[in-house]
């Protein structure tokens, strides 16, 4: 249960980091924010209590966080047409992805070897 808890307490931070992001860059709809949150708290989640594959935590970290993403890229980038999102998006995913991965084997109490 801890390793849970511990995952969905990264996401919230990483969640709340991206809010930071946004309120910085313009205007935010509440709606937006929560949205955040919540895909963030699985990002975490879902890296912190995922099992280990034979590649580096960092590196597995940010192909979550990639794939993670994909819904943003085809709604903002191919739906909606604003290009300009696209590499703001990956930008985000690849920092948080390494920063989330980092945090979650620190917290585990794993040395990373890079």
Do not use: Y
Not at 48 to 59: E, G, K
């Amino acid at each position: 249960m801890r390793l849970h808890l511990e995952g969905i307490a990264i996401g919230v931070l990483a969640g709340l980091l991206d809010c930071v992001v946004f309120v910085l860059s313009g205007p935010v709809k509440p709606a937006d924010l929560a949205s955040a949150i919540a895909v963030w708290t699985m990002v975490g989640w879902a890296i912190h209590t995922s099992a280990d594959l034979p590649v580096h935590p960092i590196i597995k970290s940010i192909g979550l966080c990639l794939l993670f993403n994909i819904p943003w890229l085809i709604e903002f980038v191919f739906i909606h047409g604003q290009s300009d999102l696209l590499v703001p998006i990956l930008v985000m995913a690849v920092v948080f992805g390494a920063a989330i991965g980092w945090l979650s084997q620190t917290i585990k109490g794993r040395r990373l070897i890079v």
